[in-house]
């Protein structure tokens, strides 16, 4: 049985590797990640290189071994379907059931995950918009089609499929701008110099940077 810390380090790599596209992760990006020092990542890593859950190049980076990358795939499938499972039955909102999710994607079965997915219709996607892994570690949705909200140009219409940034205070600013998930809005101004990108949707408005406006993932939308 894997520790906490090892389905943590393991479920990091992966977010970090769907994120760039490529399978090398740096130990530098993952102790950024983790808020750990680069230190006991190194000595993490070289843990998780015996246990060929993963394979560690000093210098060079970690990539998953398949072994490795089936439990990732498992932790991703817990936390997100935990997350969409206190939002549709416990009406917890998208901002609170992060943090709670953390928790008990360490503790629940195999057998009671599985249950939930049943139960909810073995849904796409989590509160956030992020594809949700497969019993068999496959995505069931592919965000291939989806581009950053700060490459989009004023004047674009756009739909909001997903949030990466999972900060409660970021998503509760969304929230209360009147910001939904699936919705159409527009972009109204995307400007360098000021570093914002300002968005129009029903009933509001939103302002973000263009750091955040990165995790904002939205799909173009033809008048
Ligand atoms: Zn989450």
């Known amino acids: 049985m894997p520790s906490l810390t090892v389905e943590n ?6 977010q970090l590797e769907l994120k760039s596209g490529r399978p090398r992760v740096s130990t530098g990006a993952l102790a950024t990640r983790l808020a750990v020092s680069p230190g006991s990542v190194t000595s993490m890593l070289k843990t998780l290189s ?3 859950l993963a394979s560690y190049v000093p210098y060079e980076g970690v990539e998953l071994t398949t072994t490795g990358r089936k439990l990732a795939m498992r932790m991703l499938r817990r936390h997100r379907l935990m997350e969409l499972f206190l939002h549709s039955t416990l009406n917890l909102t998208w901002d609170q059931v992060h943090e709670e999710a953390e928790e008990l994607e360490h503790a629940v079965s195999e057998f009671l995950i599985d249950r939930i997915d049943d139960f909810l219709g073995h849904p796409e996607a989590d509160p956030h ?3 949700i892994p497969a019993a068999d570690g496959q995505m069931r949705s592919d965000l291939s089609d989806t581009v950053g909200m700060d490459v989009c140009k004023a004047g674009d219409s756009v739909r909001f499929v997903r949030v990466v940034n999972q900060e409660p205070d970021f998503l509760r600013y969304l929230s209360e701008s009147g910001f939904q998930l699936g919705a ?3 972009i109204v101004e995307n400007s360098e ?4 990108v300002r968005a129009d949707i029903e009933g509001g408005q939103f302002t973000v940077g263009l750091e955040a406006a990165q995790t904002i993932r939205v799909q173009p939308v033809s008048k």
């Not at 380090?9 to 992966?14: C, G, N, R, S």
């Not at 110099?193 to 914002?196: F, I, P, R, S």
């Open 184 to 186: 159409v809005g527009r």
């Open 129 to 131: 918009g992020s594809p």
């Open 193 to 196: 110099d000021a570093g914002v």
């Open 50 to 52: 015996e246990s060929e």
């Open 9 to 14: 380090y393991l479920k990091a790599i992966l």
